[in-house]
């Protein structure tokens, strides 16, 4: 076994749900070098490989995870500025690196701020938020897998809304970023008031993760979003065991002290059965899956 790979490592303390159990393998790849070394030792040793970044879009399986869960540290976690581009590891937070950008007078890139994840979990979801997009100021990034790095620009990368077509076993070491030059003050005032309206919409401080549903685009939604349906059918503050979606955001689910992912998974169900039944709208899950978490056999997840 590689070294710095750790047996059953917990992750509930790894997600903000905080739920789920323990990852069989666990290790910290500091650099390109070493993460192409885990990777190849996995697929030689026919292991599965997951990624955990900021935890806060993801549901660990409570029986633990089977197989290598990595965490990117050190140099895959940095925030580089060169000129208008904005260079980061996997493992770099999007606010951080938002608040970063902000600082040298760049925009481009302000609605990362509301978005509490990595930057490889944001361009494996092509994460957007407040009319900004991922896909619109991305450069490149470098893929790691199994057979080594490969650099990708974002036409090789399969984006749509909330998804992009990274496989399994692929891990987003670095992304870099082309923004443009703006006045500071106005970038630094643009987070102030989306941190704002995130903090006056959506659930914090608390167990929790983002949003649970993406938006539907069926005309039956009536351009509502996930959240506008779910309260109208009666889920906000709706409770099952530990789990229960949020009295302020009906689109957030909130772990009350003791819930289990199983209670998370079945608070979902029946968030997602109301809004079946009541608008004949299916909503899609955003959050993701580590280990045999056991969703129902017809969600649709992209």
């Known amino acids: 076994m590689p070294p710095g790979v750790e047996r059953g490592y917990p992750l509930d303390r790894m997600t903000t749900i905080r739920t ?42 409570d029986s633990g995870v089977p197989g290598l869960v990595l965490k ?17 590891g996997g493992g770099a937070r999007l606010p951080a690196v938002s608040a970063r950008a902000a600082q040298a007078g ?38 790691v897998g199994p057979a080594g790095t ?6 090789q990368l399969g984006f749509a809304y909330r998804r992009s077509s990274l496989r399994a076993g692929e891990v987003v070491a670095r992304a870099s970023f082309a923004l443009a030059e703006a006045a500071s003050d106005e970038v630094k005032a643009t987070l102030a008031d989306m941190r704002a309206r995130r903090k ?11 949003s649970t549903f ?29 789990a229960g979606f949020s009295s302020k955001h009906a689109n957030f689910v909130e772990n009350h002290g003791d819930a289990t992912t199983a209670e998370v998974v079945a608070v979902m169900a029946e968030g997602r059965r109301r809004v079946q039944e ?9 959050v993701q899956a580590l280990g045999p978490v056991e969703l129902p056999a017809d969600w649709n997840r992209g």
């Open 20 to 61: 789920g159990g323990a990852a069989e393998l666990f290790a910290r790849p500091g650099s390109i070098e070493e993460l192409e070394r885990l990777l190849a030792w996995a697929a030689a040793e026919r292991q599965q490989v997951g990624v955990v970044g900021s935890g806060s879009n993801l549901l660990v399986a």
């Open 278 to 286: 009541r608008f004949g709208v299916e909503l899609e899950p955003e």
């Open 150 to 155: 490969e650099r990708r620009v974002p036409e």
């Open 72 to 88: 990117l540290d050190k140099e895959l976690s940095t925030i580089e500025l060169d000129g208008t581009q904005i260079r980061c």
């Open 106 to 143: 760049l925009t481009g890139i302000e609605f990362g701020v509301s978005i509490p994840g990595t930057v490889g979990g944001a361009v494996r979801m092509n994460a957007n938020a407040y009319g900004g997009e991922l896909a619109r100021v991305l450069e490149w990034v470098d893929m």
């Open 214 to 242: 993406k938006n539907p685009d069926d005309p039956r939604a009536e351009h509502r979003t996930a959240g506008q349906l779910l309260d109208a059918a009666g889920c906000r503050g709706l409770r099952i065991g530990g």
């Open 200 to 210: 006056a919409a959506q659930p914090s401080g608390i167990k929790t993760f983002g």
